[in-house]
């Protein structure tokens, strides 16, 4: 399926807008890292078109002390895909997450 053509005013509004969801995404990760909202607080905002197309292990690796090696052991361990968003996890993947990162 060949992508819409778009105006050159379509085309701008369309950049403007997920510039707006990178630095909203962004500025979630920074106030996750220093503490001001947990992992809980996050996943249970799942109405929030901003937090649900977050990928789960980018989520995680904005936690202190988690890096790209823990955040895909605490999947792997959850049952968690690699590539899943915050949208398409199940409350079982939920609870498992959460359990895991209070430790």
Known sequence: MPLPKLTEEQ???AL???AEARQKR???RKRLKS???SIKDI???TDD???SRMKVSSLLESLPGVGKARAQK???DAGISPTRRVQGLGSKQRE???SSVSK
Do not use: C, N, T
């Open 11 to 13: 085309r701008q509004e």
């Open 16 to 18: 403007k807008k997920a």
């Open 26 to 28: 962004a500025d979630l």
């Open 35 to 37: 503490g001001e909202v």
């Open 43 to 45: 996943i249970s905002k």
């Open 49 to 51: 078109p901003i937090i």
């Open 74 to 76: 605490i999947m792997q």
């Open 96 to 98: 498992a997450l959460i």
